[in-house]
């Protein structure tokens, strides 16, 4: 029970890899609480024990986060947050227009920063804290056909490396984890928008997605829960700016 008394948030935490989080999260000890968009699909991951309180809230928005998680952090500040919440579309550049790209900043980028801002000062303040942003292999390199939730990553990537710098004195830490393509929702989604457009199956598109992985498989969303349990540890002080990749050796 190593995160025993400390309080979690994490965004986009009913399904998937933030439910995998939360859930990793609750079993070390920590109180978690989840946020996201779809009240019922939170209040499902809640009765399954994969968090202690939840609350509907669009991570895009910066007033409604702020009050949000000001009533979630009612009975004891928060000591983690995992921004997780995050979205991709697809398509050639030539058919992304600025609309696309300020939609996939807006969830990638301005929902990590939202997640953030409103728990840094108290975790300054108490002299401990982890920030993690789930991030992607598309915060380090480009991938055709998703320039706009490349650059999005890639931004919250750098987010995270200056802000680790702001914070390097103050006992909290600020990383990224960024995996390759894993069993989640949007994946799912990815299949099935190759399959509609190319009319090739749903297992030849999927090899398709993890061909570059040279273990030839999906990440585990449970494998990324424990990266960023280890970095909310009591042995991660030093771990801070870094980008973990998990990508079964891509690059």
Do not use: W
Request: proline fraction near 4%; glycine fraction near 12%; include cysteine.
């Amino acid at each position: 029970m190593v995160l025993a008394g400390r309080h979690a948030v994490v965004t986009g935490g009913g399904r998937g890899i933030g439910r995998a989080v939360a859930a990793a999260l609750r079993a070390a000890g920590a109180r978690v609480s989840i946020v996201g968009r779809d009240a019922g699909v939170l209040a499902e991951a809640a009765a399954a024990g994969a968090a202690d309180a939840f609350a509907a809230c669009d991570v895009r928005d910066e007033a409604a986060m702020a009050t949000c998680l000001a009533e979630l952090a009612a009975s004891r500040p928060f000591d983690i947050v995992v921004a997780n919440a995050g979205a991709v579309e697809t398509g050639p550049f030539q058919r992304s227009d600025a609309e696309r790209f300020r939609r996939m900043h807006e969830i990638n980028l301005i929902g990590t920063i939202n997640a953030f801002h409103p728990a840094l000062p108290g975790m300054v303040a108490r002299g401990h804290g982890r920030l993690i942003a789930i991030a992607s292999t598309a915060g380090h390199r480009g991938y055709p056909y998703v320039s706009a939730y490349v650059a999005a990553k890639h931004a919250v990537v750098g987010l995270v490396r200056s802000l680790a710098l702001e914070t390097a004195k103050s006992g909290v830490t600020v990383n990224a984890v960024c995996p390759g393509y894993t069993q989640t929702d949007m994946v799912a989604d990815s299949v099935a928008a190759i399959t509609a457009k190319t009319g090739i199956s749903k297992e030849q598109a999927l090899a398709e997605l993890v061909k570059a992985n040279p273990q030839g498989k999906l990440i585990s969303p449970d494998e990324i829960a424990q990266a960023v349990l280890h970095l909310c540890g009591p042995n991660s002080g030093s771990i801070t700016g870094q980008s973990l990749l998990i990508n079964g050796g891509e690059f």
